[in-house]
C-alpha cells in the first residue's frame, strides 16, 4: 500500500460518532485494555465528559456537531413533532417523524439561514448522518435507494447483527477513502453501541464488541495518518450524541391520552379524524405533546391552562414522568413534578433564574447565573446538568410542544411499534441521558463542556467562518 508522503497545508478533523456510547463505558474498556487504539488518543489528548442536548436522541443530537446549535431552535425539537403552523408539513397529519421515509426531510427542515460543517469544509466526507446538507452524492458512504433500501430492512427486523456488520462496512470504507483522498473534515457515525444497547442493556458485553469496531477504525485512521507524516495535524475525535440507561418498564403516553378520552394523533397511527392532541415521542424518554390542534399558531400554555389544566394533572401523577415544562411565553417557562413541587424558569439573553414555587425540582434551590458557563457549573453535578439552558432553548423552539414531558428513572413513553425491544433507552434530561463522552487525540485550550462546542472547535481548525453558535471552540 502506497501512502502520500505530504504533511496536509491545514489541520483535518475526522469526527466518529459512537452512537449511545456512555462515558463511563468508553473509560471502563480502556482501563480493561479493549480498546487501545482509544486509549492512545486519550494519553495523547483527553478524554471528556460534556451534556448533549435535550432531547437527548439520535437525529436532533446530531444538531451539535455540525452546526453548533441546539435542535429545537433550528427547526428539529425531537425526533418526532407536530407542525402546528401547517408550515413544511402536509394534510393529514402534519406530523413528522423521522423514522422511516420522512428521514429524508431532515435537511429540508433544518432552518436555511444555519450552515453545517459540510457546507464550510474545503474538502468533505460522511458516513451515516442523519444531516447530510453540503454533501455531495459522492461524498456520502451512505448514497443510493440500494442502501437506503437495506437500511429499512434492518430496521423493521429489529437485526442488531446487521447493524454491526454495517459498522464494519461504513469502517472500512472510511478507512479507504480517507487514505487515498485525505478529505478536511471527515464524520462518521456508527450505530451498533446504541442498538445493542436498547437491545441488551448498556452495559452488556456485546457493547464493549461494538465499541471494538470504533476502536479499530480509529488505530486503522491513526496508523494512515503517521505513515503519511500527517499525525500531527490531524484531529481525530470521537463522541457519543447520547447515553443510556435501563427500562423496566413502558408507559405509553399515546394510549394513555386515549384512555382519557382524547382523540390522540401519534406515529405510527396519524389517521386520527379530528385529533385533539398530538403525542410526539422521542428517544423514547421524552415527548412533545400539543394541545387545542386547530390552533396554526403557539398558543402558550397561559392560554390553554383553563381547558387543558386537567391533562396536566393527570401526566403529573403517572410514576412514568419525571417531570412536565409549560412554556409560558418568551424566555419563561414552568417546570411541573408530581412530587417534588414546581419552579419558574426565565431567562433573558445568556442570563437565566430558576426560582423554585412549591418545591425545588431541580435540587439546585434557587439561583440566578449571568452567562451560560455560570448555568452549566451551577447544574453540572446535579441530577440534571446543563438543566437551565436546555430547558430555556428547548422552550423557546417554534416547533416545541405545549407540554414536554421527561421520564422518570426506568420508565419511557412508548410501549409498541419498537422493533428493537427498548431495555434501555434515552431523550429525558436525567444524567445517565445527558452525559456523553468526548475523546480528543490533541490537548485542548479549555475543558469542552457541551456537544455545541464541537461544531465551533471543528471550525477553528479549518479556518472557516462560519455564524455565531450556541457552543464555545476549545481549541
Known amino acids: 500500500m502506497a501512502y502520500p508522503n505530504l504533511v496536509p497545508s491545514r489541520p483535518s478533523v475526522i469526527l466518529l460518532v459512537a452512537d449511545g456510547a456512555r462515558p463511563d463505558t468508553i473509560a471502563t474498556a480502556i482501563a480493561r485494555g479493549d480498546a487501545p487504539a482509544l486509549a492512545r488518543l486519550r494519553d495523547d489528548g483527553a478524554l471528556h465528559t460534556v451534556t448533549t442536548v435535550f432531547p437527548s436522541v439520535t437525529g436532533p443530537a446530531y444538531i451539535p456537531f455540525l452546526t453548533g446549535m441546539h435542535p429545537a431552535t433550528v427547526g428539529l425539537p425531537g425526533l418526532r413533532w407536530y407542525d402546528r403552523g401547517r408550515t413544511v408539513t402536509s394534510w393529514p397529519d402534519y406530523a413528522r417523524s423521522y423514522i422511516g421515509p420522512q428521514h429524508r426531510y431532515l435537511d429540508r427542515d433544518l432552518a436555511p439561514h444555519h450552515p453545517t460543517l459540510f457546507e464550510h469544509a474545503p474538502s468533505r466526507l460522511g458516513a451515516l448522518s442523519v444531516i447530510r446538507r453540503g454533501l455531495a452524492a459522492h461524498e456520502r458512504l451512505d448514497h443510493g435507494l440500494g442502501f437506503l433500501a437495506r437500511t429499512a430492512w434492518m430496521h423493521a427486523r429489529g437485526d442488531v447483527a446487521a447493524w454491526l456488520a454495517l459498522d464494519r462496512e461504513i469502517g472500512d470504507q472510511i478507512v479507504r477513502r480517507v487514505r487515498a483522498e485525505r478529505p478536511t473534515f471527515t464524520f462518521a457515525a456508527f450505530t451498533g453501541i446504541d442498538k445493542l444497547s436498547h437491545d441488551e442493556g448498556h452495559a452488556a458485553p456485546s457493547v464493549v464488541d461494538a465499541l471494538k469496531i470504533v476502536d479499530d477504525v480509529a488505530h486503522r485512521l491513526r496508523t494512515d495518518a503517521e505513515r503519511a507524516g500527517a499525525w500531527h495535524e490531524t484531529h481525530l475525535w470521537i463522541v457519543s450524541d447520547h447515553g ?37 415521542v422521542s428517544g423514547n424518554a421524552m415527548a412533545h405533546l400539543y394541545c387545542d390542534l386547530a390552533r396554526t399558531t403557539r398558543p402558550w400554555w397561559h392560554a390553554l391552562t383553563q381547558h387543558w389544566r386537567p391533562l396536566l394533572d393527570a401526566l403529573l ?32 439573553g445568556t442570563s437565566y433564574r430558576y426560582l423554585p414555587r412549591d418545591g425545588d425540582p431541580l435540587g439546585i434551590g434557587p439561583i440566578t447565573t449571568r452567562s451560560r458557563t455560570e448555568a452549566y457549573d451551577a447544574t453540572r453535578d446535579s441530577e440534571y446538568p446543563d438543566a437551565l439552558v436546555q430547558i430555556a432553548l428547548i422552550s423557546d423552539g417554534e416547533r416545541s410542544g405545549d407540554l414536554i414531558c421527561s421520564a422518570a428513572p426506568g420508565w ?37 463542556r457541551r456537544t455545541v462546542d464541537v461544531m465551533p472547535s471543528v471550525a477553528t481548525l479549518l479556518s472557516a467562518m462560519v455564524p455565531p453558535t450556541h457552543g464555545e471552540s476549545f481549541v
Open 244 to 280: 443510556h440507561a435501563p427500562v423496566h418498564a413502558h408507559d405509553d403516553l399515546a394510549d394513555r391520552m386515549r384512555d382519557l378520552g382524547y382523540r390522540v394523533l401519534a406515529h405510527p397511527r396519524v389517521w386520527t379524524r379530528r385529533p385533539e392532541v398530538a403525542v410526539m
Open 317 to 348: 401523577a403517572r410514576p412514568s414522568v419525571d417531570f412536565v415544562l409549560t412554556p409560558v411565553a418568551p424566555g419563561a417557562c414552568e417546570m411541573h413534578t408530581g412530587s417534588r413541587g414546581s419552579a419558574t424558569l426565565t431567562w433573558n
Open 412 to 448: 419511557d413513553f412508548r410501549a409498541r411499534f419498537e422493533p428493537i425491544p427498548h431495555r434501555s433507552s434515552h431523550g429525558s434530561l436525567r444524567r445517565a441521558h445527558m452525559l456523553v463522552p468526548l475523546l480528543t487525540n490533541h490537548p485542548v485550550a479549555r475543558v469542552p
